[in-house]
């Protein structure tokens, strides 16, 4: 039988270091006026030597508990979506797990980069079908400029480091946020070549004494990833609204992954939906990967910015390429 399942608490952890375009124009030949017309960004939070992501994963997570009302000992399975935990073995999932003294619990990362919170909402929702009783830490982050190449000022300008978190849970009567009504995903790595971390994985072997290139940090052609991310999010977006017999009109805010305001602006245009109706914080953030669609919900929620009684509609897209949407019922 297929459980319904509700996130009980949402949080976000960001690093406290934030990193202005006035401050990047001293790294890289940039200005904030360019920056700001191509991305409407304006500042970023980066991490500070020594933080990683489980310093960010385990203060989304303390958030996202109190949130729900839980202690961290009700929590069952601990999923970490990300790119770029602070060490391979042990995962980010694991690591997280012995930050919150949870031993024993069920932990494992997932790799979807920016779409990574909703391939983990799928997730949350496959084990809730098998194990109805169970409570899911479901974090969703990424140290994106640990993987950036700060003198390739076409990509260094862009992002940031952040993690959301949710507890989902099945609907037991008891409070909750809001239902997750659907998911819809999908992936295509034949496109995977337009946006890189190649150096350090297998086919690109780390070897000792040898310096690393550039190939280790985020390489990406901007224009492509541009129109692939506007037609996969209006795609995915619409497929999931017909599946379920509703418009654009039924949502009452459109969420989507804070890359850039110019691919925000196309898919909620392509989509029908006024910019009043989308959210939009990617001014603040930059595009933090999978932690972008958990901050913005959480913000949004927390920020009154959705009520109960509305329907919003989550979308994302990232490297992969993974893409997907997810219908949420406040
Ligand atoms: N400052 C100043 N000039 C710059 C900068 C910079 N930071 N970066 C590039 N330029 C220059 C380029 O060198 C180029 O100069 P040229 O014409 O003399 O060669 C010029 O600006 C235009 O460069 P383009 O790359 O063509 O600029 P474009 O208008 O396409 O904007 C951007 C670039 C912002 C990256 C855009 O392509 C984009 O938003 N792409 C999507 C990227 C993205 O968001 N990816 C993430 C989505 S998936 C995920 O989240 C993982």
Redesign the pocket.
């Known amino acids: 039988m297929k459980q319904s399942a509700v996130i009980k608490g949402l949080g976000f952890h960001v690093p406290e270091r934030i990193l202005s375009n006035k401050d990047?124009e001293q790294l890289?030949?940039?200005?904030d006026e360019?920056?700001t017309s191509?991305?409407g960004i304006k500042t970023r939070h980066v991490v500070s030597e020594g933080e990683s992501l489980t310093d960010l994963s385990h203060g989304a997570a303390l958030k996202a508990l109190d949130d729900a009302g839980l202690s961290p000992e009700a929590i069952t399975h601990i999923l970490v979506a990300t790119f770029s935990p602070e060490s391979y073995i042990p995962s980010a999932a694991c690591a997280l797990q012995d930050r919150l003294g949870l031993r024993g619990r069920v932990a494992y990362d997932i790799s979807a980069?920016?779409t990574g919170f909703l391939y983990a909402l799928e997730n949350a929702r496959a084990i809730l079908a098998l194990h109805p009783e169970s409570k899911i830490l479901v974090c969703s982050g990424d140290v994106v400029t640990s993987r950036v190449n700060w003198e390739?000022?076409?990509?260094?300008?862009?992002?940031g480091d952040g993690c959301g978190a949710a507890v989902v849970a099945a609907e037991d009567g008891g409070p909750h946020r809001a239902v997750i009504r659907d998911v819809s995903l999908a992936s295509d790595g034949a496109l995977g070549d337009l946006?890189t971390i190649r150096g350090g994985g297998s086919g690109r072997h780390y070897r000792l004494g040898e310096p690393i290139g550039e190939d280790f940090f985020?390489q990406?052609?901007?224009?492509?990833?541009?129109k692939h991310?506007v037609r996969s999010m209006t795609e995915v977006c619409n497929g999931l609204l017909e599946r379920h017999g509703l418009t654009t009109d039924d949502v009452d805010m459109l969420l989507p992954?804070q890359?850039?305001l110019?691919?925000i602006e196309a898919v909620g245009k392509k989509l029908g939906i006024p910019g009043e109706r989308v959210f939009i914080n990617v001014d603040k953030y930059g595009?933090t990967?999978a932690a972008?669609v958990p901050i913005a919900l959480s913000e949004a929620v927390h920020g009154g910015s959705v009520q109960p009684g509305q329907r919003v509609l989550l979308t994302?897209?990232?490297?992969g390429?993974t893409w997907g949407a997810c219908l949420l019922d406040f």
């Open positions: 990047l890289v030949e940039t200005s360019w920056i191509r991305s980069a920016c390739d000022r076409a990509t260094c300008v862009l992002f946006l985020v990406m052609q901007g224009r492509e990833v541009f991310a992954h890359a850039n110019r691919i595009n990967s972008s994302a897209f990232g490297g390429f």
